[in-house]
């Protein structure tokens, strides 16, 4: 049964910091491309950044604005977003999710992690 559980968020101020961690369990980890996606109110589901099955290789979008570091411990199975200088806009649901290496798509979404981050 595959798992894809996100956790460490909350409520932060701007200008703070969370760190979120995607568990996963039920499939080999370290065989999957892990991405960190976001869904703000009324918005669509954007990504934020992404880490690739070894964790040497990272990617990070626009909307990360250099504030965010992706890693991943593949003994533990988990993945972690470090937040820092956070803004108001980064408010949203945030998502862990997997891909295989040479396929685009995203298979498991689950439920995600609030994030809120107030003025």
């Known amino acids: 049964d595959v798992q894809l559980q996100a956790s460490g968020g909350g409520l932060a101020q701007a200008g703070g910091s969370l760190r979120l961690s995607c568990a996963a369990s039920g499939f080999t980890f370290d065989d999957y491309h892990i991405g960190w996606f976001r869904q703000a109110p009324g918005k669509e589901r954007q990504g934020v950044s992404f880490?690739?099955?070894?964790?040497?290789?990272?990617y990070y979008a626009d909307v990360a604005g250099g504030r965010f570091t992706i890693s991943r411990d593949n003994a533990k199975n988990t993945v972690y977003l470090q937040m820092n200088s956070l803004k108001p806009e980064d408010t949203a649901v945030y998502y862990c999710?997997?891909?295989?290496?040479?396929?685009?798509?995203?298979?498991?979404w689950g439920q995600g992690i609030l994030v809120t981050v107030s003025s």
């Open positions: 999710n997997r891909r295989r290496r040479w396929t685009p798509m995203y298979d498991y």
């Open positions: 880490i690739d099955d070894s964790g040497r290789t990272t």
